[in-house]
């Protein structure tokens, strides 16, 4: 019998990203691996991150949102600092970032390259620091001491999601966020995979359903989880693709806010959101989930968690909210906004074309 304790679950980990794993080249599927370019506000600060650094990077995404100036962030299982590098910059050096990995060896990486990255970005002083531990136990960190934490592809490979979710809430601020890219099965998996340790390190073994992941993270205070995207995962491995069967993953980013006054479900008091269009990251259009998109100046109207959302957040500079929740009117039919409408329209008739 396979022993599925939370240390040899660990264990499998430890060694396959610290002794096994020499490059992303080295991984069996693309669980591990990201699809797609990077917006280019990240593409221009992967500019200044080292080759070390960026050579062993294992994530499925990108995690690192907008509006960071200034801003705490903790990185869960940075391993060798690459989003802990991109943030860094994004944050400037008024703000700060954390990367906390249970594997030494990850983590030496980034540590020798601190010196390096704070005369590449100009800064006078090093606004990161790095922290062996477990993503279970964030005991480095204070309650309601960080505005932001990301993952990349990490969640999925620990044994205690619940525990995880639970400390992201505390060390969490008011209005915070945590913004994770991780991978996701259209099944509850077996046991014979869920403990594969091949299938576990890979990334796909620990996968949960959308559903069930919601579900954690609402039990925790995560009361309204919204998806940013989702990108189907490849399996290059013969042997694992017959090991999976039917199964199918995909490598979803998602956006989990902790705020007080969330509902249960979408509801309607009249309120309309508009953007002031002075992000800039993405200038014109912001996008808060996969179904609301909003472009400067054009009023959207919005159920009362998404005007929470905007007004009780780091993105209350950027938005105006006209209404409050005085007059109720019903469940809010939570469609996509015009802009979201309109402008996915035009990407897919591009993509056609």
């Known amino acids: 019998m396979v022993d599925t304790s939370p240390n040899t679950l660990r264990e499998w980990v430890r060694e396959y990203y610290g002794d096994t794993l020499k490059s992303s080249d080295d991984l069996q599927t693309d669980a591990c691996c990201v699809s797609g370019p990077p917006p280019d506000y990240i593409l221009r600060a992967l500019e200044h991150v080292h080759v070390d650094v960026q050579s062993r990077f294992y994530g499925c995404g990108f995690p690192i949102p907008e509006a960071l100036a200034g801003l705490t962030i903790a990185d869960l299982g940075c391993g060798t600092g690459r989003d802990v590098y991109v943030l ?5 050096e008024t703000g700060f970032v954390h990367g906390v990995d249970m594997t030494e060896s990850q983590l030496e990486v980034p540590r020798k390259t601190a010196e390096w990255h704070r005369e590449r970005f100009g800064f ?3 606004n990161v620091d790095f922290h062996q531990g477990y993503i279970e136990e964030l005991a480095m960190l204070p309650d309601n001491s960080v505005d932001l934490v990301v993952s990349n592809c990490v969640v ?5 999601k619940d525990l995880v979710l ?3 809430f505390r060390v969490l601020r008011p209005g915070g966020e945590f913004y994770l890219s991780d991978v996701y099965c259209d099944r509850r998996l077996p046991k014979d995979i869920a403990f594969d340790p091949l299938l576990h390190s890979e990334c796909l073994g620990g996968a949960m359903t959308d559903f069930d992941f919601a579900q954690l993270a609402k039990k925790v205070g995560f009361l309204d989880p919204r998806r940013m995207s989702t990108t189907p995962i490849a399996i290059r491995n013969a042997e694992i693709q017959k090991k999976v069967g039917a199964a199918r993953f995909t490598s979803d980013t998602v956006r989990l806010l902790k705020l007080d006054g969330l509902e249960a479900r979408c509801e309607d008091y009249g309120q309309v959101a508009v953007y002031k269009g002075t992000i800039p990251e993405v200038g014109p259009l912001f996008r808060l989930d996969d179904h609301h998109l ?3 100046g054009r009023p959207e109207r919005v159920c009362s968690n998404t005007a929470l959302m905007l007004s009780g957040t780091r993105f209350a500079a950027h938005f105006d909210i006209i209404g409050d929740t005085t007059t109720h009117y019903g ?7 015009i802009a979201h409408t309109e402008y996915q329209v035009a990407t897919d008739l591009a993509a056609c074309c």
């Not at 860094?88 to 400037?92: I, K, P």
Request: hydrophobic content about 40%; aromatic content about 8%; charged content about 25%.
């Open 88 to 92: 860094a910059q994004l944050v400037g």
């Open 331 to 337: 469940e809010f039919p939570c469609d996509p906004t």
């Open 156 to 160: 999925n490979l620990s044994p205690r």
């Open 166 to 168: 639970a400390e992201v």
């Open 124 to 126: 006078a002083k090093s």
């Open 294 to 296: 909003f472009e400067a």
